[in-house]
């Protein structure tokens, strides 16, 4: 059985992508050590670029020896079935192990880790409110900031501080004019500005974007080195549960 896996994908967000080629490549062997993923989806090519999105983010390889597949749909992971809880994360992680981000990538994570100084004390909060309730409310349902403020308060003490990803600027404004300094988030990314706005529309404008790659992947791994993780069904939530060496407990919005 070859270590070797070219995954050739098509679907969704970028962590869909993402989710997909990592469920794929454990399927086809679970010890595989080398993977090169391959975006099919022409709404991720930037200006008619041949380039290949995942290169903003991964370093990664391809020859002849590679075996070549195209992705196939496995099952989702999500608040009703927690990748946390999945018999496969064991395998997930050990697959993650074997991926290099790209030196780009690497750098701005190194960046804000030294700016936010990570320790168990802090919460990561993963917030997505506007597609989600648009688009995914009946697979999901409906929730609001105060869903997620009312769970941060649950736990909050005055030692811990709060690194939040949010998909709106709105969310983020409520926090820090109510826990001040203890709320962490990285300033300027691609962001709706309210939280009832639809970004599957900036999504889909920014998805070929190098921009759109990097913050996001940024983001994931940020919040991989929280000790809390409170998230919403996400495949970028996922992601960082499977890349986390530090996360103690995870809590399911």
Not at 85 to 92: E, I, P, V
Not at 103 to 116: A, R
Not at 164 to 190: E, H, M, T, W
Not at 219 to 248: P, Q, V
Request: glycine letters at 4%; charged letters at 25%.
């Amino acid at each position: 059985m070859t270590d070797k896996i070219k995954i050739n994908i098509s679907a969704g967000g970028i962590f869909s992508k993402f989710m997909f080629g990592i469920q794929n490549a454990e399927f086809i062997n679970s010890n595989v050590n080398q993977i090169y993923f391959h975006n099919l989806d022409q709404r991720a090519v930037a200006n008619n670029s041949t380039k290949n999105p995942f290169d903003y983010v991964l370093e990664q390889e391809y020859d002849e020896h590679y075996l070549d597949i195209s992705a196939i749909h496995l099952g989702n992971y999500s608040k009703f079935n927690p990748i946390e809880n999945s018999n496969k994360l064991l395998s997930f992680k050990k697959i993650s192990s074997t991926m290099k981000f790209s030196p780009e990538l690497l750098e701005l994570v190194q960046k804000y880790e030294n700016l936010i100084k990570f320790d168990n004390n802090i919460i990561g909060v993963h917030i997505r409110l506007c597609d989600m309730n648009i688009n995914h409310a009946n697979d999901y349902g409906i929730l609001n900031y105060e869903d997620y403020d009312s769970q941060i308060e649950k736990i909050i003490s005055c030692k811990n501080r709060v690194f939040v990803a949010s998909d709106n600027n709105q969310s983020i404004d409520k926090l820090k004019n109510k826990y001040g300094d203890k709320i962490l988030f990285i300033p300027d990314l691609l962001r709706a500005t309210t939280e009832t706005e639809d970004t599957y529309l900036m999504q889909e404008k920014y998805l070929g974007s190098k921009q759109l790659w990097i913050e996001s992947f940024l983001e994931m791994l940020l919040l991989s080195k929280c000790s809390i993780l409170m998230c919403r069904t996400s495949n970028l939530a996922n992601a960082s549960i499977i890349f986390s060496k530090t996360l103690e407990n995870i809590i399911r919005i």
